[in-house]
């Protein structure tokens, strides 16, 4: 892959946040965020000083939400490129494995059960059962004689199925007034609720998940390829298995029970990706992350620019990616890729 | 470097595929495993290769336990060919060889630059250079497979196993992949065991054979040893022959073709004893 492709992947991330620093309902000029930065840091005089609210706008409400909409993206289109590799399927997105399902159960759980639970409790209570989801898929699939993927896929299939119910039943039961509202919002994703509390969870997770994902990328590669050659080529399929889904659903966990539902991000972002930097893992995870992180940056503007209320982000996702989807489809483009050696 | 299956006995259930059997395979040879569907050739392969394990005896490469090595460490002692393989993602062919590195790599490392010079050595040698940038699924089934044993030989092994690599192939590409083991196998000195269907091509490239019937070893030897018909009656069916050529070489083929072509020289000679 050319350098100038990177450099490209790099400029357009830092539009994305220039663009999301400039709109909204109180602009800041990229010459007036780097007034509040050096501010910040103490230099003075060189650009105009900040206005008192400028600046509060800038570090708490802007910036956290800059930082959670690319680092989700980022860490949920991972997710997405290891989900694809590891069930050797194009289709695979990142809540194959009913982690998204567990997340929503519990966010709806806590909401109904412990009205007036502080949003922590709420993103932790979504988090764990996101993990517990994903867990019974396991403890599901491992009881079978066969061990192959797509036992794995009809596992998550079965314990989403499982937890959607419980979602539905959760639903049914709360105070159409209050509690359904806040169910309905969490389910449909919102950066609104981005704090440096939040950043502060969420983004080590992601961070540390990605940097493993990416410096174990390379082998990806090989866990495309069919079982038994696989094993033959050198790999303990079990154990690299366990560490790719594992780390892979650590992310999306953090992510979904932090910011709710996000789609489309972890299956078409990957796609795209392929297409610009080819199908080698080891380049394809930076890309995607890249990518995922600009196009969720660019989504969540248009979310709460577009209209004087702020549009729930996974309907925004799926206008933009089930189209772009279709697209790459019917031009077959995304199985194709650059080559570069 | 030595093969040694003893007293095997392994299957995918209750009933066992393989039952009993006892194999040597010498250094540097290239071995045929024949039998017809279902005699246990690539459950024998499955072994090998520690894919299944095995419910009685015990199976040694270079004198070591495959059954107590690490996937990586067998994979620096054994590498495989499969009949084909299906790549979800339409990897370039470098790349698709470039994996073969992944048991001499460490668990974070990617293939370096000494990596794909000798990757496109392989290639050279295997005659598809021209291929490095290809897309691995938009090559023909003969391309395919032999990225697949440059695969195998780029992993550089002692032995390896090849699974009915000509299954898929044309009259001419299977002769050629055929060539290209007996000629790798002499010029780097290891071990192949192959299966095959085809007993000509076993007659033609293999210093050994082992004949499967039904989960048991019919014979096992040298070529020129073990192809006679009784062997190969006994092993693949009654309906064998081995004739010869005009030129003198030998073909097995089933005996009703035999008759067909006795019938034809018969008719031959009439009509020109007639003129």
Same mark, same amino acid.
């Given at each position: 892959?050319?350098?100038h492709t990177?450099?490209l992947?790099?400029?357009?991330?830092?539009?994305?946040?220039?663009?999301a620093?400039?709109?909204?309902?109180?602009?800041?000029?990229?010459?007036e965020?780097?007034?509040?930065?050096?501010?910040s840091?103490?230099i003075k005089?060189i650009?105009?000083?900040p206005?008192e609210? *400028?600046?509060?706008?800038?570090?708490?409400?802007r910036?956290?939400?800059?930082?959670?909409?690319?680092a989700?993206?980022?860490g949920?289109?991972?997710?997405?490129?290891?989900?694809?590799?590891?069930?050797?399927?194009?289709?695979?997105?990142p809540?194959?494995?009913?982690?998204?399902?567990?997340?929503?159960?519990?966010a709806a759980?806590?909401i109904?059960?412990?009205?007036?639970i502080?949003?922590?409790?709420?993103?932790g209570?979504a988090f764990f059962?996101g993990?517990?989801?994903?867990?019974?898929?396991?403890?599901?699939g *491992?009881?079978s004689?066969?061990?192959s993927?797509?036992v794995l896929?009809?596992s998550?299939?079965?314990?989403?199925a499982?937890?959607?119910?419980?979602l539905?039943?959760?639903?049914?039961?709360?105070?159409?007034?209050?509690?359904?509202?806040?169910?309905?919002f969490?389910?449909?994703g919102?950066?609104q609720v981005?704090t440096?509390?939040k950043?502060?969870?969420?983004?080590?997770?992601i961070?540390?998940?990605?940097i493993?994902?990416?410096?174990?990328g390379?082998r990806?590669n090989?866990?495309?390829?069919?079982?038994k050659?696989?094993?033959?080529?050198?790999?303990?399929?079990k154990r690299?298995?366990m560490?790719?889904?594992?780390v892979?659903?650590?992310i999306?966990?953090?992510?979904v029970?932090t910011?709710?539902?996000?789609?489309?991000?972890?299956?078409?972002?990957?796609?795209?990706?392929r297409?610009?930097v080819?199908?080698?893992h080891?380049k394809?995870?930076?890309?995607?992350?890249?990518?995922?992180?600009s196009?969720?940056?660019?989504?969540?503007?248009f979310?709460?620019?577009?209209?004087?209320?702020e549009i729930?982000?996974?309907?925004?996702?799926?206008?933009f990616?089930?189209p772009?989807?279709?697209?790459?489809?019917?031009?077959r483009?995304g199985?194709?890729?650059?080559?570069d050696? | 470097?030595?093969i040694e299956?003893?007293?095997?006995?392994?299957g995918?259930?209750?009933?066992? #595929?393989?039952?009993n059997?006892?194999i040597?395979?010498?250094?540097?040879?290239?071995?045929?495993?024949?039998?017809?569907?279902?005699?246990?050739?690539?459950?024998l392969?499955?072994c090998?290769?520690a894919?299944i394990?095995?419910?009685?005896?015990?199976?040694t490469?270079?004198?070591?336990?495959i059954s107590?090595?690490d996937?990586?460490?067998?994979a620096? &002692?054994i590498?495989?060919?499969?009949?084909?393989?299906?790549?979800v /993602?339409?990897f370039?062919v470098?790349?698709?060889?470039?994996?073969?590195?992944?048991?001499?790599?460490?668990?974070?490392?990617?293939?370096g630059?000494?990596e794909?010079q000798k990757?496109?050595? #392989?290639m050279?040698?295997?005659g598809?250079?021209?291929l490095?940038?290809?897309?691995?699924?938009? &090559?023909?089934?003969?391309?395919?497979?032999?990225?697949?044993?440059?695969?195998?030989? /780029?992993q550089?092994?002692?032995?390896?196993l090849?699974?009915?690599p000509?299954?898929?192939?044309? /009259?001419c590409?299977?002769?050629?992949?055929m060539?290209?083991?007996?000629e790798?196998v002499k010029?780097?000195?290891?071990t192949?065991i192959?299966t095959?269907?085809?007993?000509?091509?076993? &007659?033609?490239?293999?210093d050994q054979?082992?004949? &499967?019937k039904?989960?048991e070893?019919v014979?096992?030897?040298?070529?020129e040893?073990?192809?006679?018909?009784n062997?190969?009656?006994r092993a693949?069916g009654?309906n064998i022959?081995?004739?010869s050529?005009m030129?003198?070489?030998p073909?097995v083929?089933?005996?009703n073709l035999?008759?067909?072509?006795?019938?034809?020289l018969?008719k031959k000679?009439?009509?020109?004893n007639?003129?």
């Open positions: 892959m050319q350098r990177w450099i992947l790099i400029v357009l991330a830092l539009i994305s946040v220039m663009v620093l400039n709109l909204g309902r109180y602009a800041i000029s990229i010459p965020a780097c007034g509040i930065v050096l501010d840091c103490g005089g650009l105009p000083p206005t609210r *400028s600046a509060i706008v800038f570090w708490n409400v910036i956290p939400r800059i930082i959670m909409a690319f989700v993206g980022c949920i289109s991972i997710a997405g490129v290891v989900f694809q590799a590891i069930f050797r399927n194009p289709l695979a997105s809540d194959i494995l009913g982690v998204s399902a567990g997340c929503a159960f519990g759980l806590s109904v059960f412990f009205n007036g502080a949003m922590a409790g709420i993103q209570s059962f993990i517990l989801a994903v867990s019974l898929t396991y403890l599901l *491992s009881r004689w066969d061990k993927t797509a896929v009809i998550g299939i079965v314990v989403s499982l937890f959607q119910a419980g539905s039943i959760l639903q049914y039961i709360s105070d159409p007034y209050d509690q359904l509202a806040k169910i309905m969490w389910t449909m919102s950066f981005s440096w509390e950043v502060q969870i969420t983004l080590p997770i961070i540390i998940g990605s493993i994902l990416g410096v174990f390379w990806l090989i866990m495309t390829q069919d079982e050659d696989i094993l033959s080529l050198g790999i303990d399929l690299w298995r560490l790719y889904l594992g892979g659903t650590l999306v966990a953090a992510a029970s910011v709710g539902d996000i789609r489309w991000v972890g299956l078409i972002m990957p796609h795209i990706a297409f610009i080819g199908t080698e080891k394809l995870v930076p890309a995607a992350g890249l990518l995922g992180g196009f969720l940056l660019f989504m969540d503007t979310a709460r620019t577009a209209t004087t209320a729930p982000i996974s309907i925004i996702t799926s206008i990616g089930a772009f989807l279709a697209y790459l489809v019917l031009k483009v199985g194709a890729s650059k080559v050696h | 470097m030595t299956i003893t007293n095997l006995t392994a995918y259930g209750k009933e066992p #595929v393989l039952k059997i006892n040597r395979i010498d250094q540097g040879k290239i071995c045929a495993l024949l039998g017809h569907n279902g005699s246990g050739k690539t459950t392969i499955n090998l290769n894919l394990k095995p419910s009685r005896g015990r199976v490469v270079m004198g070591k336990d107590r090595l996937r990586v460490h067998i620096r &002692l590498s495989v060919v499969p009949q084909s393989s299906y790549s /993602f339409n370039p470098l790349d698709m060889i470039l994996m073969g590195s992944a048991s001499r790599l460490k668990a974070w490392a990617s293939p630059r000494k794909k990757a496109y050595r #392989v050279e040698e295997v598809i250079s021209g490095a940038t290809a897309r691995y699924n938009e &090559l023909s089934g003969g391309q395919q497979q032999l990225v697949l044993l440059a695969r195998a030989l /780029f550089d092994t002692p032995l390896m090849l699974d009915e000509n299954s898929h192939l044309d /009259f590409n299977q002769h050629r992949i060539q290209l083991m007996s790798m010029i780097r000195g290891i192949a192959i095959l269907h085809d007993p000509n091509l076993a &007659l033609y490239y293999c054979i082992i004949m &499967l039904e989960g070893v014979d096992q030897g040298l070529t040893q073990i192809m006679n018909e062997n190969l009656r693949l009654e022959s081995i004739d050529t030129v003198g070489l073909v083929v089933p005996r035999c008759d067909c072509f006795d019938e034809h018969l000679e009439a009509a020109r007639a003129m």
